[in-house]
């Protein structure tokens, strides 16, 4: 693997606050913060000018269906897809088929990792048997198989006691708790946010108070107990407003939003288009607005795709059958660029920092920075070029993307993982 040059890009590294044109230097898989005469002229130069060179990106919560889902997606396709938006640490969600809720399945899942993937792609196991909310999941031996966090995403544990028994026993192993805010008994039959546009179309509503109520019970059980919760995929603005104040106090929760409710209203489902239908669900432009604001306050520490691959022939039903999920690893960044820089005057390192840092530091994952002994992770892009979205011809497996067809600004020129280029130019290289 040769060492690798990036020259006279705009470097943004938010861990180390630089921000500056200038040079990346990797050698052996790692950064370094030089290369001697003789190594640059036999290193891989690539011309960074016009460009952005930032850490690659790091995304924590992602759906790649396998085992047992593999019609919708794969480790392979989904790490494609991931490396294709400039992605180079994802998490996956256990509810998969059998869900990964023991030693075995993560096992599985880290053999095709090793076997497929061009990204790291780390597990996370489920908090309840067959995330059916009733039995604990063996934490401590999902932690020695090597799960990064422990979740039931795609359904929410209802039982509080349960719940609390979780982060406690999450807590001796040191495991962070994600979890999918949604109260069940509010939403049976609901498949779209309940206001105007639910109404006007005829749709069983979903209340944010569904989402608020858990969102409140895990700061409440987190204050308790001293445990970490990560709330994810929040949609409501009262849910800002409860952590906002949480945090206020001390109390160790976390959120995320994803690039579509940022982006997104309830007003996007007036066609029936399913590729808008998701879970949570779209809000309104009050609460896409206060999204926003609790981004910039640190209310919200980062950005998770939730990236949720469905077939064709899934999606295409009629609204109330078709499953909840977007696509979301290659048009994440440039979506991001386009809401909170362009529409709401972010600083580019801010938006970096939510997609890296903030992501990371959130698992203890050892990525998000471009410090010299660093894993050589990085991600290349031009923030200027514009380009047509087209799902059917990306890497994911599936196509349910609501931005398909849709003019883009911002594209990735170059991923690398570990020093080596996986993607470059539209194309996979391993």
């Known amino acids: 693997m040769p060492d690798l040059w990036i020259s006279g890009a705009r470097v943004i590294d938010p861990a180390s606050k630089r921000d500056a044109v200038g040079d990346v230097f990797i050698r052996d898989g790692k950064f370094v913060a030089s290369l001697s005469a003789a190594d640059k002229k036999k290193a891989r130069k690539v011309d960074g000018r016009g460009l952005v060179a930032c850490p690659g990106l790091v995304d924590i919560h992602v759906h790649f269906r396998e085992p047992g889902q593999t019609h919708k997606e794969t480790i392979a396709t989904g790490s494609r897809a991931a490396a294709a938006g400039g992605f180079t640490t994802v998490v996956c969600m256990p509810n998969t088929s059998p869900p990964a809720d023991n030693a075995g399945t993560i096992q599985f899942i880290q ?48 039982s509080n006691e349960l719940m609390r028994r979780a982060i406690e026993y999450a807590k001796m192993f040191d495991l962070p708790v994600m979890d999918h805010c949604q109260d069940a008994s509010m939403t049976q039959g609901a498949v779209m946010n309940e206001g105007v546009m639910s109404t006007r179309l005829g749709l069983r509503g979903w209340p944010n108070a569904a989402e608020d109520l858990i969102v409140a019970r895990n700061v409440v059980l987190s204050e308790y107990t001293g445990a970490h919760i990560h709330c994810q995929h929040i949609s ?68 998770g795709t939730d990236h949720a691959p469905h077939t064709d022939y899934e999606k295409d039903k009629e609204f109330d059958f078709a499953p909840n999920g977007i696509l979301g690893l290659e048009t994440a960044l440039p979506v991001c660029l386009e809401v909170l820089v362009k529409q709401n005057k972010f600083k580019l390192a801010h938006v970096i920092d939510l997609m ?44 349910n993307s609501p931005w398909t067809g849709q003019t883009l600004t911002g594209r990735v020129r170059l991923t690398a993982v570990d020093g080596r280029v996986v993607f470059e130019d539209g194309k996979i290289l391993r």
């Open 111 to 158: 053999d095709a990792v090793e076997r497929d993937a061009v990204v790291k792609v780390l597990p996370t196991g489920c908090i309840t048997v067959g995330m059916k909310g009733q039995a604990l999941a063996p934490i401590g031996s999902l932690k020695r198989a090597g799960v990064v966090a422990i979740t039931d995403d795609g359904d929410c544990v209802q």
């Open 236 to 303: 409501s603005k009262f849910s800002c407003d409860v952590i906002r104040r949480a945090k206020a106090r001390g109390a160790r929760v976390t959120a995320e939003a994803t690039p579509h409710h940022l982006a997104l209203t309830d007003e996007c489902l007036a066609t029936y288009d399913t590729n808008f239908k998701m879970n949570p669900p779209l809000r309104t432009e009050e609460d896409r607005q206060a999204l926003i604001e609790a981004l910039r306050d640190g209310t919200l520490d980062c950005i």
């Open 356 to 399: 890296t840092r903030r992501a990371a530091d959130i698992l203890k994952l050892p990525a998000g920075t471009l410090a010299p002994g660093a894993a050589a992770d990085l991600c290349l892009f031009d923030p200027a070029e514009k380009w047509t979205y087209d799902a059917k011809d990306g890497f994911s497996k599936s196509s």
